[in-house]
């Protein structure tokens, strides 16, 4: 398969923008741009809409949403409670690939919530996003929010290009979803989650923004997946989530070779590796015409970039599964580690 190129870029016309604006002003769902997915946005004080985006997505109603707003945007509409920490934070992160959970201002509706009495926000850096944004606030007198879960089918893989979305949603029954077309994103996977409404820093998502550079702004550890048993629900961090419709399977990479060499004759298969690992692939292994080679990039980023992308171009590879080598077990390889893991986990026998 042909290697991805650099994540591309495109400012829509002032007038579709505009547009787009307008159609989330009237209750409409617009897809649109930023830096890290796709999202499927809605009047975030609109539950009608809001509960639109859960329907068009069929999201269960209790797993909450992220309000996005642009730079001028005040988080303290949103929350009543925007501590130091969180002023902190978004100082170093905002705008950027960073949502932070603080308790949900009372007028406010609960069902971006999920029903919690917190609220996720984000500023996000697409320069697509940012115009959107301001223009819908204008049009709300100042303090507009978009609710934005990645535009796709609940659990399914997250889209980073706008035709992606149109694949995702084209022949839904009763479902209307207008796409504003910003190029691709060049993050590639969700922000990162910070819960702050309880009185200390939780990690309840990775993502671009590290634990680490979080414990750098704040001064301390954010508590870690695992570490925290009251956190509240969040944005995709279901155990099985961003799944292809392809069978994915985890393997380590002494387990690809015997792996592939049992597979009944004729059956195509994917295996995505380091190219050490395929490189160590026996001969007629290495050059079966059953078997789609992907070479796995070297960084975490240009993987996480690309993730997505190479999972729906997998899905249309014609592939009974794919066998994906298990990443290395390191900070910097984590953000991308946990979308792979969840994606594999909707295919783990019983």
Not at 277 to 286: E, F, H, N, S, Y
Not at 300 to 307: E, H, Q
Request: with cysteine.
């Amino acid at each position: 398969m042909t290697s991805p190129q650099a994540p591309r870029i495109v400012m829509p016309p002032a007038d579709a923008i505009i547009l787009a604006a307008e159609q989330l002003a009237a209750g409409e769902l617009v897809a649109f741009p930023t830096e890290t997915v796709y999202g499927l946005g809605g009047d975030a004080e609109n539950p009608a809409a809001v509960a639109a985006i859960y329907a068009a997505k069929g999201r269960p109603a209790n797993h909450p949403v992220i309000v996005h707003f642009s730079p001028e945007g005040d988080p303290g509409y949103w929350s009543d409670n925007v501590t130091p920490a969180a002023r902190k934070l978004m100082d170093a992160f905002w705008p950027g690939p960073l949502t932070l959970i603080l308790k949900r201002a009372p007028h406010i509706p609960d069902i971006v919530s999920g029903g919690q009495d917190s609220v996720g926000v984000r500023c996000p850096s697409h320069p697509v996003a940012q115009v959107l944004l301001r223009e819908f606030a204008q049009i709300k007198g100042g303090q507009g929010g978009v609710a934005g879960p990645s535009a796709n089918r609940f659990g399914r893989v997250s889209p980073t290009a706008a035709q992606h979305v149109r694949d995702e949603f084209a022949g839904l029954p009763g479902v209307t979803v207008h796409v504003l077309d910003g190029g691709e994103a060049a993050v590639g996977i969700e922000s990162t989650i910070v819960d702050l409404s309880r009185g200390f820093p939780a990690l309840l998502r990775p993502g671009h923004i590290s634990p680490e550079q979080i414990a750098e702004v704040l001064g301390e550890m954010p508590r870690l997946p695992g570490q925290d048993s009251g956190a509240p629900r969040a944005a995709g961090t279901l155990k099985a989530h961003y799944a292809p419709r392809t069978p994915l399977y985890l393997c380590d990479a002494g387990q690809v070779a015997p792996a592939l060499a049992v597979r009944p004759d004729g059956e195509r298969v994917a295996v995505v590796a380091f190219a050490s690992t395929l490189a160590a692939l026996p001969a007629d292994v290495a050059t079966s015409a059953d078997i789609v080679k992907i070479v796995l990039p070297g960084t975490p980023a240009a993987l996480a970039t690309d993730l997505y992308a190479m999972l729906r171009r997998l899905d249309r590879a014609n592939v009974t599964h794919i066998l994906f080598e298990r990443l290395p077990d390191t900070p910097e390889w984590a953000a991308v580690g946990d979308r792979l893991g969840r994606a594999a986990a909707a295919f783990e026998r019983a």
